[in-house]
């Protein structure tokens, strides 16, 4: 789907898809382009549309780089912030001189947001920059929204592990939920720390054009703030991702404590049993001179001899705090 949008005075407007229209754009939205879409704009603007799968590369070289005096820069974005499972999906921004042109396979909602807020006036949309600008800044709002409730559902995630209560058999089954949890929302977190990486290296390729084409300071500033932003996203991603670390650590150690302790409890048992079977095997030989056998007392003697062995081994334990 194609969508171009014009300036009138202070908000952005959508037009026609028309030549005319889509040369006096100051932003064309490709969402899913078919063939033919592509085509047309590569004609208006004489420049080639990334397909998608040169946009899912990952080299520095494939996703920010000049030609025909435009710039193309690729990020990773996170859509679908607001529920259980953010999606990552590639998306070109390709700066020329008189438009901005979007080449994306998602629908992330931030650009919903920012088109919103343009059309209302409050972003200020008169140059291609300011509407990249524009639109980075909603993105990275939207992520920041995204670190705050991965901050929250960690702060959960400790508490249930720390202060797990239960018998063997909950305790358990409540390790095996909270392991598929922190496999979750550490996976997110990485989905998020790649995304950050990319906006900044997106940033720093932003500021250099920003000042070879002379930009206005305010909006050169406006991408050092957000650059700023995005670092202190990623420190926090990092310290995320270092929690969760710690959190997993953690998890798999009670884990094998709670293993060790049934482990230790095969091996006390088998302790306590092996001097009555050392008893039982020396009165279950059939040797003939043995004199316990023409004994009248001999059996519960045997039996007394069993459970003494038994519970001698069971008292010292006991006391040494083995149980």
């Known amino acids: 789907m194609l969508t171009i949008y014009a300036v009138e005075g ?12 889509a040369g006096a754009a100051v932003w064309i939205d490709l969402v899913n382009p078919s063939g033919e879409e592509e085509r047309a704009i590569e004609k208006l603007v004489g420049l080639q549309v990334p397909t998608r799968e040169e946009m899912s590369e990952i080299e520095v070289s494939s996703r920010l780089y000049q030609e025909k005096g ?15 499972d953010p999606q990552a999906t590639a998306i070109t921004f390709i700066l020329a001189e008189k438009q901005l042109i979007t080449v994306r396979y998602a629908e992330p909602r931030s ?11 409050d972003i200020g949309c008169s140059t ?16 920041a929204d995204l670190v705050e409730r991965l901050q929250s ?8 592990i720390f202060d797990i209560r239960g018998g063997s058999r909950t305790r358990s089954a409540r390790f095996d939920v909270i392991l598929r949890q922190i496999g979750r929302v550490g996976e997110i977190t990485s989905r998020l720390r790649e995304s950050l990486l990319s906006i900044g290296r997106l940033l720093t390729y932003l500021y250099q ?26 420190d926090h991603a990092s310290y995320l991702n270092a929690r969760i670390t710690f959190m997993l650590d953690a998890s798999l150690g009670m884990v094998s404590i709670e293993q060790n302790q049934i482990i230790k409890l095969f091996s006390v048992v088998a302790v306590i049993l092996l001097p009555p079977t050392l008893v039982a ?32 081994p069971y008292l010292y334990f006991r006391r040494k705090g083995w149980l």
């Open 281 to 312: 095997s020396i009165y279950g030989m059939n040797f003939h001179h043995m004199p316990e056998l023409d004994w009248a007392w001999g059996y519960p003697m045997a039996l007394a001899l069993m459970v003494l062995s038994a519970l001698l």
């Open 111 to 121: 650009f919903q947001l920012f088109l919103t807020r343009a059309q209302k006036g």
């Open 209 to 234: 054009i920003a000042q070879q084409r002379s930009e206005p300071d305010a909006l050169r500033q406006r991408i050092r703030t957000e650059d700023k932003d995005v670092q202190s996203l990623s």
């Open 153 to 160: 559902e960690t702060e959960k995630l400790a508490q249930l």
């Open 128 to 143: 291609p920059m300011a509407v990249l600008l524009g639109l980075l800044e909603t993105i990275i709002d939207r992520e």
């Open 70 to 84: 435009a710039h193309f820069m690729t990020a990773t974005i996170l859509y679908h912030v607001d529920l259980p």
């Open 10 to 21: 202070q908000t952005l407007v959508r037009r026609g898809g028309d030549d005319q229209e």
